[in-house]
């Protein structure tokens, strides 16, 4: 009796100790995900809604089979994460039509943009974005591997998966999709999830049939891209020729919705270029 009281003590005991922050951010990640999986099928639940899941995903067991032991898999590799896109998530979530916004260097705008209307829907109100969203990673890995991490995991909040995440949310996008982007300096960036994943399958992809741009800047000095200039320009004539519509926004083409965005920077960061200040 004793002799297992304190085998199971040492065992406590050298598991807390060899794995101090896998122990405290792994049961935290594990918990939310499965809580917001549970939750998210809740919220989604009437049929008109295109964020329903079309079959019931068990939470526990997608846990189980495919996040649980990801650490054993090669975490830099967008491999490790196939089977949980391709034959769980993928076939239970619809086509997002006409409301789909991507969005890259504009974070809390995007977002904080899509609370606010009803007809807009960003990759963090989907399934597999809601699940993930702000969720470490790097908390599923022993710590003696996290220096093989460095390379993906601990700079961008675990790439693969959100590249896996952001393919399908750009294959399930369809009619016009909207694009909110940082102009205050290099907009579409090839090394951003935006540039390197979902520009490709926009492209691709005949169901997306119109694209509109959004360029915002919050910083105090004038942008650097605009519509007609820069590699948003670069990227408008691609999508183009890839028999695309498109309309692009910025400081000196205005539309309603333009306004609306800027209405809300300016709400948020008074000091921004074209945001008038009193005094
Ligand atoms: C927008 O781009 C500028 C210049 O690269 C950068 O300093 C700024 O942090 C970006 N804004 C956001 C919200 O990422
Ligand atoms: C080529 C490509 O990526 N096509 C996808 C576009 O989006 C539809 C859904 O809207 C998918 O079914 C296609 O596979």
Redesign the pocket.
């Known amino acids: 009796m004793k002799v297992f009281v304190l085998i199971g003590f040492l065992t406590t005991f050298s598991f807390i100790c060899a794995n101090p922050t896998r122990k405290l951010g792994y049961k935290t990640f594990q918990d939310k995900f499965i809580e917001r999986c549970n939750y998210f099928q809740k919220k989604h639940k009437v049929k008109s809604d295109e964020l329903k899941l079309k079959e019931k995903i068990d939470c526990d067991g997608m846990w189980k089979q495919h996040i649980g032991h990801i650490a054993e898999k090669n975490a830099c590799e967008t491999k490790s994460y196939n089977n949980l896109f391709n034959h769980v998530i993928e076939k239970n979530v619809q086509v997002i039509k006409d409301k789909a916004l991507f969005w890259s ?5 995007a977002h904080q943009f899509a609370v606010n209307k009803n007809n807009i829907l960003t990759l963090e109100d989907t399934f597999s974005g809601y699940i993930a969203d702000g969720l470490v990673w790097a908390d599923l890995f022993e710590i003696d591997k996290q220096s093989d991490l460095n390379s993906c995991v601990f700079t961008a909040n675990g790439l693969p998966y959100w590249k896996k995440a952001s393919e399908l949310f750009a294959n399930k996008a369809a009619g016009t999709v909207h694009v909110m982007l ?1 102009a ?3 907009a579409v960036n090839p090394h951003s999830i935006f540039g390197s994943t979902e520009v490709p399958v926009i492209k691709k992809n005949k169901s997306i049939t119109k694209v509109v741009f959004i360029l915002i ?3 105090k000095v004038e942008q650097k891209e605009s519509c007609s200039k820069g590699s948003v320009k670069q990227l408008i004539d691609d999508l183009k020729k890839s028999q695309k519509s498109v309309d692009c926004y910025d400081y000196k083409e205005r539309n309603k919705l333009f306004n609306e965005v800027m209405t809300l920077i300016c709400k948020l960061t008074p000091t921004a270029y074209g945001c008038s200040i009193k005094g």
């Open positions: 260097g504009t974070n809390v705008i940082n205050t300096s290099q800047n919050e910083e």
